[in-house]
């Protein structure tokens, strides 16, 4: 069975910073993509940032300059720093990987952890 597990979510006010964490387990051959995604009170899912296994990264527009994605291929973890966030950041951020189980490649999500940004 394979898991992904967000951690570091939290309430902080405008201006301040967090760290999310998403870390991968269970039985699979490989991870190549994973990112964050998030969906605000009455919103579309949207992507965040992402990063492939080789490191190329790709940032929504909202947040370059303020998330930085990175990638612990040793441990199957992805991290997102989030810094000077504002109000609009409010949401349950999801993490999001495409792993090959059985030769077979899937997007699997976690569950999300919530994240608020106070003004």
């Known amino acids: 069975q394979v898991q992904l597990v967000e951690s570091g979510g939290g309430l902080v006010q405008a201006g301040g910073s967090l760290r999310l964490s998403c870390g991968a387990s269970?039985?699979?051959?490989?991870?190549?993509?994973m990112g964050w995604y998030r969906q605000g009170s009455g919103k579309q899912r949207e992507l965040v940032a992402s990063i492939s296994s080789s490191g190329f990264t790709n940032t929504a527009d909202s947040a370059k300059g303020r998330f930085t994605i990175s990638r612990d291929n040793a441990n199957n973890t992805i991290y997102l720093q989030m810094n000077s966030l504002k109000p609009e950041d409010t949401g349950v951020y999801y993490c999001?990987?495409?792993?090959?189980?059985?030769?077979?490649?899937?997007?699997?999500w976690g569950r999300g952890t919530q994240v608020t940004v106070s003004s």
């Open positions: 269970g039985t699979f051959s490989s991870i190549a993509t």
């Open positions: 999001r990987a495409v792993m090959t189980v059985y030769s077979t490649p899937n997007i699997y």
